[in-house]
């Protein structure tokens, strides 16, 4: 039995770790992503479990499927559980340092999937085919 308990610790453990490795840095709650991961690691089960109720990001609005989301009656994030107009961040972050803005010039398109996708690779086919087309006649 010893053995189960320790094998769901552990996996608790792991879930718990992976959840903030993989957790956008920008929504952690409370603490640094870092230290969230030195208790859920060195602080076994009770850092897990505060990792779930403090640190987790808020999810809002329903879940897919039609269910309710798993922050359901949790407090929004930030102060003002609003959004800063003009960062687009949750009321109370305030940025480590200036916010990079959109890079100049024209934004490219989608990149092709494939060769047949791409234009310019169609357009160099075309003229490779011709020099050989002039060059067999």
Avoid at 32 to 55: N, T
Avoid at 69 to 88: D, E, I, N, Q, Y
Wanted: glycine fraction near 16%; hydrophobic fraction near 35%.
């Amino acid at each position: 039995m010893l053995q189960v308990g320790s094998l769901l610790l552990f996996a608790f453990t792991l879930y718990c770790l992976l959840d903030v490795a993989l957790s956008d840095r920008d929504e952690v709650r409370n603490l640094p992503k870092l230290v969230w991961a030195l208790l859920v690691v060195f602080v076994v089960g009770i850092g897990g479990l505060l990792w779930l109720l403090a640190g987790r990001p808020a999810r809002t609005g329903a879940a897919p499927g039609g269910g309710v989301s798993r922050s359901a009656g949790f407090p929004p994030r930030g102060l003002g559980g609003g959004v800063h107009p003009s960062t687009g961040r949750p009321s109370g972050h305030t940025p480590a340092g200036p916010t990079p803005g959109p890079k100049p010039g024209p934004r490219p398109g989608p990149k092709p999937k494939g060769p047949d996708d791409d234009p310019e690779f169609l357009r160099r086919l075309d003229e490779r085919l011709r020099r050989r087309g002039d060059r067999d006649a």
